[in-house]
């Protein structure tokens, strides 16, 4: 957070307009896949039998439900981390490290587990349309890797210092993020917390 705040700081100093995306992932430690998450593990450079133990750790979980006393049948766990793990943060982190990969140059995409902002300065519209692309592009990686996006938790933030700031209706997969518009009186001087409706 205090990376992103003075990576804002930075930009407003120079005077140009930033734009943030706060992401966030639909059952983010449920989605993940497990064959996906070996495929990840073997481009990390694991092989050979600590891969297979990690195929093993994950592989062979049952789960059930409990309703009114009457429980179902068992079902394999075929996606998602052992929550309440050691490794399961972990895990996690490894399958989403390449997403900042994925947007171009000079947009930021920052994660904290499942907590991710991208961010831009604008400089012009032709940004806009590159923050645009890059969402597009973040949208395709979790499609490419079955991650969803919780499209009603997305917000966008505009943080400026200029009297007419550019304001953009961004998409994610059709559907726009709800936005706040964080004007020349609004810039916080202090580390605080800002929420959008």
Not at 79 to 96: A, K, R
Not at 144 to 169: A, E, G, Y
Not at 182 to 187: A, G, S, V
Request: aromatic share 10%.
């Amino acid at each position: 957070m205090l990376y992103v705040l003075h990576e804002i700081h930075n930009i407003l100093e120079k005077r140009a307009q930033v734009d943030t995306v706060y992401l966030d992932f639909a059952k983010a430690f449920d989605k993940v896949s497990h064959d996906l998450l070996l495929v990840k593990l073997h481009n990390f450079g694991i092989r050979g039998n600590l891969l297979r133990w990690f195929g093993d750790y994950l592989s062979g979980r049952l789960q059930r439900v409990t309703v009114l006393g009457v429980t179902s049948e068992p079902l394999p766990v075929l996606s998602g981390v052992p929550q309440g793990s050691i490794l399961g943060p972990l895990l996690f982190l490894i399958y989403v490290n390449d997403l900042p990969k994925a947007t171009s140059f000079d947009t930021t995409v920052t994660m904290f587990a499942d907590d991710t902002k991208c961010h831009r300065p604008l400089r012009n519209l032709q940004d806009t349309k590159i923050l645009q692309q890059d969402l597009d592009k973040i949208t395709n990686w979790c499609h490419d890797w079955r991650m969803d996006l919780n499209q009603t938790k997305c917000v966008v933030m505009h943080f400026s210092r200029i009297l007419r700031p550019t304001i953009t209706q961004y998409t994610l997969s059709e559907t726009s993020p709800s936005r706040l518009l964080l004007e020349k009186h609004e810039i916080p001087t202090q580390p605080m917390a800002f929420y959008s409706k």
